[in-house]
């Protein structure tokens, strides 16, 4: 852990690791030079300089945070600066409002509606350019996806569609509806890791879109 004045910094990001797509998130980082945590229980938190909540079921998620105690150890962390980036199941358990559900951890001002996109079989992936990440249109693969439909004061729109929101931040958080660690897209992983203060290998290094990615991931087999 590096030293400012006689104080550890945190370096390290943590991917819960309780339910959903977790590898993934951890695979990309390792890509970015990143020595992810895997976040089981409230003690591996500690010296986290962010955490990524993967995409999977919210509702089974955020029993399970309860369950392990987790919910208020993160909402701590949160408040003591520990950064926060929800991917899709993860962006609703962030959210401070579920359209027609009880909320979660309520970290951000956004309100959320589940499944807005239909069935699992309506699952599907489109292209966005969003400069604040990168100079190139990135692939977006959105599985079930909640939409943002509203967007509090202290959030900033990242990307939005149609007649929806798919990515805002806050300082302390952000939010993607759809899953970067499911493509060969490494620009929202670098983004976040800067955002912790971190420092992922830089563009010249690894692409945004990484050539090297190892296109045997399941996405691909069902080309949705
Ligand atoms: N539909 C899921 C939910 O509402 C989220 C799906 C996902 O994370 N890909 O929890």
């Keep these: 852990m590096p030293k400012r004045a006689g104080i550890s910094l945190p370096d390290r990001i943590g991917v819960l690791d309780l339910q959903g797509g977790v590898v993934e998130h951890v695979r990309h980082l390792e890509r970015l030079g990143l020595c992810?945590?895997?976040?089981?229980?409230?003690?591996?938190?500690?010296g986290l300089a962010g955490l990524i909540i993967p995409g999977g079921e919210s509702t089974c998620l955020g029993r399970l945070l309860t369950i392990f105690g987790l919910d208020e150890a993160i909402i701590d962390q949160y408040r003591r600066g520990m950064k926060i980036w929800g991917t899709?199941?993860?962006a609703i358990l962030l959210a401070a409002k579920i359209t027609g559900g009880d909320h979660c951890l309520a970290l951000v001002d956004i309100e959320v509606a589940r499944n807005s996109f239909g069935s699992q079989l309506d699952s599907f992936t489109d292209y966005a350019l969003i400069p604040e990440l990168s100079p190139v249109r990135l692939?977006?693969?959105f599985i079930r996806a909640p939409k943002i439909i509203k967007v509090g004061p202290g959030v900033r729109v990242l990307l939005a569609k149609d007649d929806f929101i798919a990515a805002v931040e806050s300082d302390g958080a952000l939010v993607t509806t759809f899953h970067p660690e499911l493509t060969p897209c490494l620009a929202f992983h670098r983004y976040f890791a800067r955002k912790c203060g971190l420092k992922p290998l830089d563009e010249t290094i690894?692409?945004?879109i990484d050539p090297a990615w190892d296109s045997t991931s399941w996405t691909?087999?069902?080309r949705i």
Aim: glycine share 4%; aromatic share 0%.
């Design 36 to 46: 992810p945590v895997l976040v089981k229980e409230p003690e591996n938190l500690s």
């Design 139 to 141: 692939p977006l693969t």
């Design 206 to 208: 690894v692409a945004d």
């Design 88 to 90: 899709c199941a993860g």
């Design 220 to 222: 691909d087999h069902l």
